[in-house]
């Protein structure tokens, strides 16, 4: 599910910091950037921490609904808690699949690990580089 919540951004001496009302947390950055991408990855880890704990997402407010100091920025950041589940879990899932044995015999032989090669070769034909 994608949605978007309002953030408070508050200049300070090394950066800013920020305000998730709906959330009820903070977050930081040492640019505006990067307290934006904060506040999302905040959202996200929030979000999914509650869907794993059955809790309903809250609904977000209004931006016009949002209190902030004088000087203070607010403004809007999207989640996509599917993405950000997708992207940070790191559990493991097992997958069964098949190979012809004389081939099982001589990784074995070789003491291949046999998901570790899987891995790798789904990253490579994915071509995905991080993680």
């Not at 989640?79 to 190979?99: G, H, L, P, Q």
Request: aromatic share 8%.
């Amino acid at each position: 599910m994608k949605n978007s919540y309002p953030i408070v951004l508050s200049a300070v001496e090394d950066g800013y910091t920020v305000y998730i009302p709906d959330f009820d947390i903070g977050t930081e950055g040492g640019s505006l950037t990067e307290a934006i991408e904060m506040s999302r990855d905040a959202i996200g880890l929030a979000g999914i921490d509650m869907e794993d704990d059955n809790i309903p997402l809250p609904a977000p407010t209004s931006v016009c609904d949002v209190e902030a100091g004088v000087g203070d920025t607010v403004s809007l950041v999207d989640v996509d808690f599917a993405e950000y589940r997708r992207k940070y879990e790191t559990r493991s899932v097992k997958k069964n699949c098949t190979i012809p044995s004389w081939l099982c015999y001589e990784a074995e032989c070789a003491n291949i690990n046999f998901s570790e090669v899987l891995q790798n070769a789904l990253k490579r034909e994915l071509h995905i580089t991080e993680q």
